[in-house]
């Protein structure tokens, strides 16, 4: 693995921690907007879904950064 | 208050009422409270059911009672304040466990109440599907879980041998 490969999956392991510890109502906005993101894919196969009605986290780079 | 809150709430009333004996947080979202966010679309509410005078135990109530409300049923959860929550009653001494030993949270101001994530983890183990596989490695590798509890619950409910073809 190179130096750089390795700092990358580092900053994954980090973002997925970050994740983990942010609030219960925090990570529900999450949810909600993963649900925005995944909704069309879904309904495209076949299966209904609702998008829930709870704001969703501001922008999709809170996924990125969740210190945002 | 928020969507949540007031479905939350609801599921309160209902335990408040007897028509639950008791409610935890479980599934997707049960995990999510301890691992990163996981996509999911309904919520999954484990109950114990009081027994009714033929000792049966039946969701029948809990739905009428919420029809009567105007809640909808869709598929097999019903939808309340726009969230779908599917009741599952616990069928088996892991669940009953996992129910009595819940904890207390709040969701915003509204209490409610997660199954731990070490029972979180044996039921996924339980249940053994591929996504319960997945999740199982979520837990291992970012929540914080004790130990020796978790494996005093494998003890217990004769997961262990699944536990060491899994992890071993």
Known sequence: ?68 | MGQMERTLAVINELEKGGLVSRYAIGGAMGATFYVEPVVTFDLDVFVVLPTDSGGLLTLAPIYEMLRSRGYQEEGECIVIEGIPVQFLPAYNPLLEEALAEARETMYADVPTRVLRVEHLLAIALQTGRPKDHERIRLFLKEADFDRPYLTAILKRHDLEELWERMNG
């Open chain 1, 1 to 68: 693995m190179t130096p750089e490969f390795e700092r990358i999956i580092a900053a994954k392991e980090k973002r997925r921690k970050d994740l983990a510890a942010l609030s219960f109502p925090e990570k529900v906005a999450i949810v909600v907007l993963l649900q925005k993101m995944v909704a069309p894919i879904w309904k495209g196969r076949g299966r209904e879904v609702h998008v829930w009605q709870i704001p969703a986290a501001n922008d999709q780079s809170v996924l990125a950064d969740p210190s945002r």
